[in-house]
């Protein structure tokens, strides 16, 4: 698996590098034809990730209930982030796959709650779950680099 998180850290650098020279207006903004905006794009990879793999295998998520909330899937921005919100989410952005590879390594995932997703690929082990996020993380990278020429 270490591949893999290779592969989470690394498009996390890349998304981060993608928004980094944008201002909090650009990445609230949400384009004619679109439904969503940079923020929530990347509200929403922190979100998923951990509800795929922590609270799908009955571990306890590293972020805030309220996050899960706005930012889950099928959910739209509400209202525009704060920068201080922003900065926050890209914090964890850039360090939860490292916690995450941590305690993958420590063997923590002890069971799995098998989940099929909007794709129709069902997830049977925590496993499945980080090859799913992988694969779901680079849909949204396209998103934001198609919302990034927008705005």
């Known amino acids: ?5 290779e592969i989470l850290i690394a498009n996390r650098a890349l998304i981060l ?6 201002n909090l207006e650009q990445c609230n903004k949400i384009p004619k034809g679109f439904k969503n905006n940079i923020a929530w794009n990347i509200a929403h990879l922190v979100v998923t990730q951990q509800l795929l793999c922590y609270a799908k295998s009955e571990l306890s998520v590293l972020v805030a209930e309220d996050l899960i909330e706005t930012h889950k899937k099928g959910t739209v921005p509400n209202r525009d982030l704060v920068q201080e919100e922003l900065d926050h989410i ?4 850039i360090g939860l796959p490292n916690t995450f590879k941590e305690d993958y390594s420590a063997g923590i995932f002890k069971v799995y709650n098998s989940y099929t997703t909007s794709a129709n690929v069902t ?18 990278l396209g998103t934001i680099m198609s ?5």
Do not use: R
């Open 147 to 151: 919302l990034k020429k927008l705005v």
């Open 123 to 140: 997830l049977n082990s925590i496993e499945d779950a980080i090859e799913f996020n992988n694969f779901h993380e680079g849909i949204h």
């Open 17 to 22: 590098n993608i928004v980094e020279n944008l």
């Open 90 to 93: 890209k914090e964890q952005l």
């Open 1 to 5: 698996m270490d591949k893999q998180f």
